[in-house]
């Protein structure tokens, strides 16, 4: 079982920032790839930015040179810096770690979601 946990959204300003956490735990062996992803009632769920284990980074042209991509291999944690934050921003941001459980198996799992809301 592994179980992803979102932390830090919130309410921020036009132009602000905001750093989400997404944090791992359970019978992993290894995260090989993160996800970010963002879900607003009414559109699909959009693709927010990739990192894998070795730190290689891909980005939405929406959000390209505003946010960045990072993790802590060593403690199954992988962060989204959002800096000059739009209200079109605005959504539940999701993460979703693939990789391999202790026994071998692979896995895929999704966090429950943090609310960023952009507003003045």
């Known amino acids: 079982q592994v179980q992803l946990v979102e932390s830090g959204g919130g309410l921020v300003q036009p132009g602000g920032s905001l750093r989400l956490s997404c944090a791992a735990s359970?019978?992993?062996?290894?995260?090989?790839?993160t996800n970010w992803y963002r879900q607003t009632p009414g559109k699909q769920r959009e693709w927010v930015a990739t990192?894998?284990?070795?730190?290689?980074?891909n980005y939405s042209d929406s959000v390209k040179g505003r946010f960045t991509i990072s993790r802590d291999n060593a403690k199954n944690t992988a962060y989204l810096q959002m800096d000059n934050l739009k209200p079109e921003d605005t959504a539940v941001y999701h993460c979703?770690?693939?990789?391999?459980?202790?026994?071998?198996?692979?896995?895929?799992?999704w966090g429950q979601g943090t609310q960023v809301t952009v507003s003045s």
């Open positions: 359970g019978s992993i062996f290894s995260i090989d790839t």
């Open positions: 979703n770690a693939v990789g391999r459980h202790r026994q071998g198996r692979s896995f895929g799992a």
């Open positions: 990192i894998t284990r070795g730190g290689s980074t």
